[in-house]
């Protein structure tokens, strides 16, 4: 009897063990039509009522303790899949998912999405590239930064430019990747477009507060952007033709199903379309300027649980000119002067992933990262056998090697946890400057060949993150991390630790509120005069006595989630800096040495204010509204008299307004509208005559000079900024390919706004404020092919 009854006991021991075995489901969720890794789709247990989300290579784990799994792998866009699963050990799982033609609500019924307002994290947006791709443009040229601007909390510098002012801060606190790679300088012409091409791109994601820990380097915002992995299924291409570029993009598989390439390359044709007209209007005289990108990236799946990546990209601009001069009246003389001014990037990725177990996922990164600048000139004269040259050439630029290793592990599908390091060898060129010169004649030769400016700086970076997300029942999420990061340059080191938490309440189904506290630390400084990204902007690392700069952020909001895929949220946000940087009044970066510090001035700044945003994602009609009331401040002690002043890009009120609109297959649509405040500008109020020049320290420039009086920093503004665009895309499904026409209108109602304004006189010589406008209403047109 004791033998029977120790017997069954062991045997309800087993089945109760038996019973509360866990599991692990884990593997990839990937488009069926091209294999590319899918990010952030989402894998949902029907029974259980549990869930996670893929992570940006396509990886999911989900840990379960039942007999029976019932799957729904969902994404918006993308037909539903469903998996019914026998759960008696670890399975691992290859998922794959067929793409809907249109966005429409009948593909999202049956889905287990997860909804805005269940994310613990709020302030992250995440744009589809064919949103990107059907919204107006200036000139027709797709731009992701463009659309950017159009979002709640974030800002354009100015008219036409690229650039990011994220709540309250300025170009240079943006941590812009691409593939996980800093990029220095994201703009083209000036500022006027991005460097990337939507060809190439595969997800789109900005975060404005509530920052992972995993992220870290800048104050006021992350862009992350990651490129496609290239189709391993068979050969495609796109191409476009536009008015000022034209764009190639091949993909297809090295090995069918193993391994793929995909390589986009984009440049601007305006210099050789202008050519002959310059030539012809100036007697010989050649000038032109042209920019162009090269994407690619090559991956191969080495094993079920182990894949490499090899990514880069290159990019660069270049303005020329050249004159001649020549006669043969009473001595031979010829002149040739030429003119040069580039910039550009190139970056390259070497990444590898292993799945180390089900539950805990492995990523090691190479990286390496370059931005220069250089400006020459040179002329060379002969006259009558002597021969005279002369040149001059300046660079300036940054360059970086990384690594970094990082791990995603999943105990349990209430529980993810990321931890992970990396390191960064900096060189900074803070500028150095070439002159040559030499000389030759009867009279023999002589000659100069000298080199000035500042030397390379070299700086260390290291960092460390953990970062845990997790569900404490039904109600409440919390994501908790720290980011721990040591910059050490010139024999000084600066540590720093920054503790990041997201909270997620859910109020009732589909409603939930959001807070968020984030405190950031950046180590490189941006020198800039210029409000439009020019490429002469230098990077510069802290030192004795430049400080790094600092941010403490919170953020709270209230989120909704509509039926038919709308979305509403309202966010108010506080954030704090210390370390910022100005030019002292009349400095700039001309003539830099080695004590550029003393021409730089350290403050502080607030920035405040609340976000609205309603958006659709589905159906036909997709698109959002987005209203932004701020305030952003700046105090430096020796600027503005000591007194607080507004930043150069507060707003106080910002409306964007964007909408798709699909008719049928051969017919779309798009609607972009745009408000924003004037611009804060410094104007004079007052003049007089002085003898005294007002850029000398002393008397010795004589004459009689015009003195300005300012009663403060940008205590003006310029009339109010808005903007009506306008894109029709018509489509048609050829035997071989499918051909695009795209027509689009840039500001449809010629509104002349403000670029910069000065004082001139009119007519009868009384002064006047006037105003420089740049773009006018202007028509696009650009055919493109798929194949």
Do not use: C
Not at 28 to 37: L, P, Q, S, T
Not at 103 to 109: D, P
Not at 221 to 246: A, T, Y
Not at 397 to 426: E, V
């Amino acid at each position: 009897m004791k033998r029977i009854l120790f017997t069954l006991t062991i045997l309800l021991i087993f089945l109760s063990a038996t019973r509360a075995q866990k599991y692990t489901i884990s593997g990839f969720v990937e488009d069926e039509r091209n294999g590319e890794r899918m990010i952030s789709a989402s894998v949902y247990d029907e029974i259980s009522k549990k869930g996670t989300i893929t992570n940006v290579y396509g990886f999911f784990s989900l840990t379960l303790n039942q007999p029976e799994v019932k799957l729904i792998i969902s994404f918006v866009g993308y037909n539903s899949e469903v998996r019914e699963i026998k759960l008696t050990q670890d399975v691992s799982l290859n998922l794959k998912m067929k793409s809907t033609i249109t966005l429409k609500e009948a593909t999202v019924v049956g889905q287990r999405t997860e909804k805005q307002s269940e994310k613990t994290q709020m302030s992250i947006t995440e744009i589809p590239i064919q949103t990107v791709k059907s919204l107006p443009v200036l000139l027709g040229e797709t731009d992701i930064i463009k659309v950017l601007q159009l979002l709640p909390g974030v800002q354009s510098g100015s008219e036409g430019s690229s650039g990011l002012y994220v709540r309250g801060g300025g170009p240079d606190q943006n941590l812009i990747l691409l593939d996980g790679v800093p990029i220095y300088n994201a703009d083209h012409l000036f500022g006027f477009f991005s460097v990337f091409n939507t060809d190439a791109i595969q997800n789109v994601s900005l975060i404005k507060g509530g920052f992972p820990a995993r992220y870290g380097g800048r104050l006021s915002s992350v862009l992350d952007i990651r490129m496609k992995e290239g189709n391993n299924k068979e050969v495609h291409g796109e191409g476009s033709i536009g008015i000022i570029s034209s764009k190639l993009m091949v993909e297809g598989p090295l090995k069918k199903e193993k391994s793929s390439f995909i390589i986009s390359g984009r440049r601007t044709y305006i210099d050789i379309l202008t050519q002959p007209l310059i030539k012809a209007a100036t007697n010989g005289t050649s000038a032109g300027y042209y920019f162009w990108d090269l994407n690619g990236k090559l991956n191969y799946t080495l094993s079920e649980k182990d894949r490499v990546y090899l990514s880069f990209y290159g990019g660069r601009d270049k303005a020329y000119g050249r004159t001649k001069d020549e006669y043969n009246d009473y001595q031979s003389y010829k002149r040739t002067t030429d003119f040069g001014l580039s910039w550009g990037n190139m970056i390259s990725a070497f990444r590898w992933n292993r799945t180390i177990t089900p539950k805990l996922f492995m990523n090691l990164t190479g990286t390496f990262s370059s931005y220069n600048f250089k400006i020459a000139e040179s002329e060379k004269t002969t006259q009558d056998g002597n021969e005279t040259e002369m040149a001059f050439e300046y660079k300036s630029g940054i360059r970086d090697w990384a690594a970094k290793l990082d791990f995603d592990y999943h105990p349990s599908p209430n529980h993810t946890i990321m931890f992970g390091g990396g390191y960064i060898y900096h060189t900074f060129i803070p500028g150095i400057s070439l002159f040559r010169y030499s000389e030759t004649g009867g009279q023999g030769s002589s000659g100069l060949d000298t080199t000035f400016g500042n030397n390379n700086i070299y700086a260390h970076e290291s960092n460390l993150f953990v970062e845990d997300e997790m569900r404490l029942g039904s109600r409440l999420s919390l994501n908790l991390g720290l980011h721990f990061s040591i910059f050490s340059v010139q024999d000084v080191t600066y540590p720093s630790l920054q503790p990041r938490a997201s909270l997620r309440y859910m109020l009732y189904e589909n409603w939930s509120v959001k807070a968020a506290y984030s405190d950031m630390a950046q180590n490189i400084h941006l020198l800039t005069n210029s409000g439009i990204g020019m490429p002469t902007d230098l990077w510069l690392p802290v030192t004795k006595k430049i400080k790094p700069q600092k941010s403490k952020q919170i953020a709270a909001g209230v989120f909704h989630d509509l039926p038919k895929g709308f979305e509403v949220s309202i966010e108010g946000y506080f954030k704090q800096m210390t370390g910022l940087i100005e030019y002292k009044e009349g400095a700039d970066y001309f003539g830099l040495v080695e004590t550029w510090e003393n021409k730089v001035e350290t403050g502080k700044g607030w920035a405040y204010g609340a976000e609205f945003l309603i958006r659709k994602n589905t159906g036909n009609t997709t698109g959002w509204i987005g209203y932004t009331l701020s305030w952003s401040q700046r105090q430096f002690d020796n600027l503005n008299f000591g007194e607080v002043f507004p930043y150069r890009y507060d707003r106080r009120h910002d409306i964007g307004l964007a909408v798709t609109h699909k008719f049928n297959d051969n017919t779309d649509v798009g609607l972009v509208w745009v408000y924003g405040t004037g611009t804060a500008v410094s104007l004079p109020v007052e003049t007089y005559p002085s003898t005294i020049a007002p850029w000398a320290n002393d008397q010795s420039f004589s004459g009689l000079y015009t003195m300005y009086h300012y009663d403060g920093r940008n205590q003006f503004r310029m009339p109010s900024y808005h903007r009506l665009d306008i894109s029709v895309n018509l489509h048609k499904q050829l035997k071989r390919f499918k051909r695009t026409w795209s027509f689009g209108i840039y500001n449809v109602y010629n509104r002349k706004n403000p670029f910069f304004l000065y004082f001139g006189t009119d007519d009868w010589g009384n002064k006047h404020l006037k105003q420089i406008s740049l773009f006018p209403m202007i028509p696009s047109v650009s055919y493109s092919l798929i194949f």
